[in-house]
């Protein structure tokens, strides 16, 4: 038997909340919201919209960044990274939609800081499951799920938006 996922609309209220206290606390002009393709960008423009911020989300492909692309049998599909002109001093807020292992949020990392070094980078997740293999956490999760083994949640969008369960037993 299978878990029920939550509802994405009332998830994307939490993860708003959260981040209106995660801007005033940063100084809402110094925060640049990017996402993590696909997911990631997906609630990120929403999010910005939600938050009524200036310009245009941030979306990183991590393609390239990726330490596990062969192991888990992913296919590298190629999208280009859009980010401010400058993240030099900035608050970058990473987005993404499920923070499990902490590999994809690591690769994003890594290609923020090519683009240049922000005054600090925080992390907003729609779904945190334990199963970290890195020292990452999240600084504002809308909801924390726990699975079983051999199970995956993955965002499915970009509209509607929802939660679907992956492998596993139905």
Not at 35 to 60: C, D, F, K, T, Y
Not at 65 to 89: H, N
Not at 107 to 115: C, R, S, T
């Amino acid at each position: 038997m299978s878990a029920k996922l939550p509802d994405v609309p009332p998830l994307l209220d939490r993860l708003a909340a959260g981040l209106e206290a995660l801007l005033a606390d940063e100084g809402r002009g110094r925060c640049t919201l990017v996402g993590i393709h696909s997911g990631g960008v997906w609630l990120a423009e929403a999010l910005h919209q939600r938050l009524g911020l200036a310009g245009a989300p941030g979306a990183l492909d991590i393609a390239f960044y990726r330490d596990d692309l062969a192991r888990s049998g992913m296919q590298a599909r190629v999208r280009p990274s859009r980010l401010p002109l400058t993240v030099d001093d900035r608050v970058v807020i990473l987005v993404d939609d499920v923070l499990y292992t902490g590999r994809t949020v690591r690769a994003a990392l890594n290609e923020v800081f090519d683009y240049g070094r922000p005054a600090a980078v925080r992390l907003a997740v729609l779904v945190d499951r334990p199963g970290r293999e890195l020292p990452i956490a999240a600084d504002v999760a809308a909801t924390r799920l726990e699975l079983p083994a051999g199970q995956r949640v993955k965002l499915q969008g970009p509209a509607p938006l929802r939660l679907v369960l992956e492998g596993g037993a139905p």
